[in-house]
């Protein structure tokens, strides 16, 4: 069964940072791609960036590029998403997702976990 498990979310000023994290299990790690969306408020689910076990490619959003790095712990079957110079928009539910390849439409990717909130004071 797969498993996704977010940690990390929290309330932080602008200008802050956080690390959030998703520790994996039930399905070969190196085989998948791990994404991170978001989801705020009477908005739709987006995504934000994506890691690619397979061969290390990594994407991200317009929005937050040059602020948030996304990275993997293959050893601990992990995947970080650090978010620097947080802006009041970044506020959202930040969920964590895996599927075969990376992709930035949300019905490409069959598993998800339960969210972690994070919450950017202006």
């Known amino acids: 069964e797969v498993q996704l498990v977010e940690s990390g979310g929290g309330l932080v000023q602008a200008g802050g940072s956080l690390r959030l994290s998703c520790a994996a299990s039930?399905?070969?790690?190196?085989?998948?791609?791990i994404g991170w969306f978001r989801q705020a408020p009477g908005k739709e689910r987006e995504g934000v960036s994506c890691?690619?076990?397979?061969?290390?490619?990594?994407y991200y959003v317009d929005s937050v590029k040059g602020r948030f790095t996304i990275s993997s712990d293959n050893a601990k079957n992990t995947v970080y998403l650090q978010m620097n110079s947080l802006k009041h928009e970044d506020t959202a539910v930040y969920y964590c997702?895996?599927?075969?390849?990376?992709?930035?439409?949300?019905?490409?990717?069959?598993?998800w976990g339960q969210g972690t909130q994070v919450t950017v004071s202006s």
């Open positions: 890691f690619s076990s397979s061969d290390g490619s990594t």
């Open positions: 039930g399905f070969t790690f190196d085989d998948y791609a």
């Open positions: 997702t895996a599927d075969l390849q990376c992709s930035w439409s949300r019905a490409d990717f069959g598993s």
